[in-house]
């Protein structure tokens, strides 16, 4: 599976994002999909994932209320729409594919990442 983030940008507190990720390959719609960023100086973390078939979704906590997490199997994207953005969203955020976690809150359990696409969020 090859994946590919795009739609990250500047934008002012309060304001939304929608990031997109494009995937190739067999089986796509069988893979957990995940978001995850990693902040300057610090480590990549988990912000969503989503089920195959549009399943069950997780959150972190401190995104939770905010951000939205969607796929649309038919054209093999994953959505994140990112309302209310904060300073501290800022970071390089990536979408990763896991062909066998059920939950995926973890960077070990993703087989595929994508590029990333850099959102920052001023204040």
């Known amino acids: 599976v090859q994946l590919q983030a795009f739609g990250g940008g500047l934008v002012q507190a309060g304001g939304s994002l929608r990031l997109s990720c494009a995937a190739s390959g067999r089986t796509y719609s069988r893979y957990l999909m995940g978001w995850f960023r990693q902040a300057p100086g610090k480590e990549r973390e988990f912000v969503t994932a989503?089920?195959?078939?549009?399943?069950?979704?997780a959150y972190a906590d401190s995104v939770k209320g905010r951000f939205t997490i969607s796929r649309d199997d038919a054209k093999n994207m994953v959505y994140l729409q990112m309302n209310s953005l904060k300073p501290e969203d800022t970071a390089v955020y990536y979408c990763?594919?896991?062909?066998?976690?059920?939950?995926?809150?973890?960077?070990?359990?993703?087989?595929?990442w994508g590029q990333g696409t850099l959102v920052t969020v001023s204040s």
């Open positions: 990763a594919a896991s062909s066998w976690s059920p939950a995926g809150t973890s960077i070990s359990e993703y087989d595929y």
């Open positions: 989503i089920k195959w078939s549009g399943g069950s979704t």
